[in-house]
């Protein structure tokens, strides 16, 4: 798999807390330059990323981020506040106690919910697998599927583990064959990066694919050699 078509599968992620203006128009100028699929930012950049660089790059924000534990009202504002700003991608937050709580009915009216929201913009549902059971993991395959989300994806990056080679494969087991899959959190390496793609993933979130692929070039290398596409 050559860096071109593992770039193309990247959602460029930055969500930090304390990310400034500056920040967020580097992550927009690297991915306008190597085609990541998209840019994922705080929302309360989407606006003035959308107005500063138009339909040059896919932008994607999250919803009920990092904990899930809001309202399924919230979400659903902040889902329709992010589509009118220019956002093309939503990444939610289950509700994980009500998981916890077996409550998966109500787990799956909140995921129907968002995706009725969005409509044909793309829904992708962060599960955070490093606080679930593997029986919870299996009956969160089969709700986000029902549900009619676009995307399963493991993790936000701020729980306490991230994407793994055996959650993706359980994935590719349990979920329908319309729902893809995302992988995120720990992704360090190239070689992590290629390797979930090659599991199946569809997408993988990591603000580190850019900065490696430059850093494999050594210092040596030319403006040209670095550009991509």
């Known amino acids: 798999m050559t860096i071109e078509e593992m770039l193309s599968k990247v959602d460029h992620t930055l969500l930090k807390a304390f990310a400034t203006w500056e920040d967020i128009k580097k992550l927009c100028d690297e991915a306008v330059k190597y085609h990541t699929a998209s840019v994922c930012v705080p929302p309360a950049y989407v ?16 919803v ?21 700003e220019g956002c093309h991608e939503i990444d939610m937050v289950v509700n994980i106690g009500d998981v916890k709580n077996g409550d998966f009915d109500k787990v799956e009216r909140e995921i129907r919910t968002l995706k009725e929201a969005c409509g044909e913009h793309i829904l992708k549902v962060i599960i955070e697998t490093c606080y679930l059971t593997e029986e919870e993991k299996i009956a969160l395959c089969r709700i986000v599927t029902d549900a ?40 360090s390496t190239l070689e992590d990066l290629e390797m979930f793609l090659n599991l199946g993933c569809d997408r993988v979130g990591t603000s580190r694919a850019v900065g490696l692929y430059e850093q494999s070039l050594g210092p040596g290398a030319t403006k040209e ?3 991509i596409g």
């Open 47 to 62: 606006k003035r990323i959308h107005d500063t660089y138009g339909e040059q790059v896919n932008i994607c924000t999250v």
């Open 64 to 84: 009920g981020f990092p904990l899930g534990y809001s309202v399924t009202e919230a979400k659903l504002a902040e889902v329709r506040c992010a589509l009118a």
């Open 148 to 187: 009619g989300a676009d995307y399963i994806k493991t993790s936000t990056g701020f729980g306490t583990g991230g994407a793994t080679k055996e959650d993706v494969e359980l994935f590719k087991r349990q979920i329908g064959a319309a729902v893809k899959i995302k992988a995120a959190g720990g992704v």
């Open 225 to 227: 050699e670095k550009e």
